[in-house]
């Protein structure tokens, strides 16, 4: 493998159609303001390095990153690539991962609206994100001890399976299919509406106006804080383990949870069943 160290590089194409080689401790960077470092190229491996230019890593195969810092003004850095591995690093320019195929991701930081856009197959782990249209239609996702913050995350996604994370995001799993989440916190309002096939399993959901319009939603001891008009129009089977604020129109299935304030039926169309365990003094139906 060919060795590259202690360099600066600022030109178009540094490292274009390059085969098997590793690049650490250098600096992408300079008044020649040169995009695609790395483009078309196969096993590159590259360390403790500074990306400060645009798009570069394009159409690479068998890509590590490790240790790097990919700022603000590195947009659009990693495109259609293939096996991708980044660890510990800081990804910060926007649109930083978009239709790449068969992603690892661990200890990174992400700052990066729109990122992972129609990628196919992605693990990540212990990693810190902020982003808008997060993942958008991507697929074959799997994400443990993953923090998120942000807007419209995970719509469209289909396959994917979240361990242990801690989302604080709005509009979060529209239109997703094929989902299970785990162990996990979801905060935001107007959670997962139209999705199909969705399953949260021991969770706490924070916000309100979640589950409308899903199929095939699937609550397993999960706890609903802050809730109101929850499950519109939508087939589910849920046990929930805490009060709700109101649940309305339900379309199909059963939820069973301890009280609510308000449950609102006022559709013919509603035929769900509802099962309170604790009925509280103040509920009332409507």
């Not at 930081?109 to 693990?123: A, Y």
């Not at 802050?226 to 339900?250: G, H, M, Q, R, Y």
Request: hydrophobic share 35%.
């Amino acid at each position: 493998m060919k060795i590259i160290e202690n360099k600066t590089f600022d030109q178009e194409r540094a490292f274009y159609g390059e085969n098997g080689i590793h690049v650490s401790d250098c600096r992408f960077d300079g008044p020649a303001d040169g995009e695609s470092a790395f483009k078309e190229g196969d096993d590159i491996e590259v360390e403790n390095c500074y990306f400060n230019l645009r798009y570069p890593f394009w159409h690479d195969r068998g890509l590590k990153i490790t240790y790097c810092e990919l700022t603000e003004l590195c947009r659009a850095a990693i495109w259609y690539s293939e096996r991708v591995d980044v660890k510990n690093t800081s990804l910060h320019g926007i649109k930083a991962l978009r239709e790449c195929h068969d992603v690892k991701i661990s200890g990174c930081d992400i700052v990066s609206p729109e990122f992972g856009w129609s990628t196919m197959g992605i693990d990540m782990e212990n990693t810190k994100a902020e982003s808008e249209y997060f993942m958008m239609r991507s697929a074959n996702l799997s994400f443990t001890n993953v923090s998120l913050k942000g807007k419209y995350s995970f719509q469209y996604i289909e396959n994917g399976l979240f361990d242990g994370c801690n989302f604080d995001t709005k509009d979060a799993f529209w239109h997703a299919k094929n989902v299970i989440v785990k162990n996990s916190i979801i905060k935001g309002e107007y959670l997962a509406w139209y999705c199909e096939n969705v399953t949260f399993d021991n969770c706490t959901i924070i916000g309100t106006q979640p589950l409308c319009y899903c199929k095939g939603l699937r609550l397993i001891n999960c706890k609903m804080i802050d809730t109101d008009l929850a499950f519109e129009k939508s087939d589910v089977c849920a046990t929930v383990s805490s009060p709700i604020i109101s649940i309305k129109n339900p379309a199909s299935g059963k939820i069973e949870i301890p009280s609510a304030d308000y449950i609102i039926m006022d559709d013919k169309n509603a035929k769900c069943e509802i099962i309170l365990t604790e009925p509280s003094e103040s509920y009332k139906a409507s």
